[in-house]
DNA sequence: ATTCTTACA
DNA sequence: TGTAAGTA
């Protein structure tokens, strides 16, 4: 069998590395993860790493701050309306029970399930999450679903 | 040397 | 946002 292959979700660069790539401090970075804007990998030790997609997510969430004015809470409300039932196929029954579904203030990721298809999962590896990574990439989610 | 959390100017 | 303390 073959390892792993290293893709766009591998954790891989330290946050000093992804500091020096997009020119955001590690404190602003940490931030970004505390907003719940992003969700980092943890090593065991508690460091943390980053991903490709996770690169190009918070290069993305640079300009929507820095260039077009969107407040942080406005980024996470925009999170919060992805279809992720729609993305995952809850049933109707989940979908209105969901914390995450009635809610617009806080993205799916930040929220803790119970009793749904979401209560085992690792979001930092779900499709709602890692589908976003890039500006354009939301677009894509929904012409997929749309289709 | 780096990163972590928490706290504070 | 930046910086500092005290760790790991």
Known sequence: ????????????YTISVVSNLLNVSVHTLRMYEREGLIITYKKTSGHRLYSQN??????????????K?????????MYSLLPCWKILGCSEEERTQ???????????????????????????ECP????????NSIKDVIKDLTK
């Open 1 to 12: 069998m073959k390892k792993d292959q290293i893709n766009k979700d591998t954790p891989i």
């Open 54 to 67: 996770d690169v190009e997510k918070i290069s993305c969430i640079r300009n929507a701050i820095k260039e």
């Open 69 to 77: 004015k969107v407040s942080i809470s406005a980024i996470r409300m």
């Open 98 to 124: 969901c914390k995450a579904y009635n809610n617009y203030d806080n993205p799916c990721w930040t929220v803790i399930h119970y009793n749904n298809i979401c209560a085992d999962k690792d979001c930092r």
């Open 128 to 135: 709602v999450y890692t589908k976003q990574a890039s500006c």
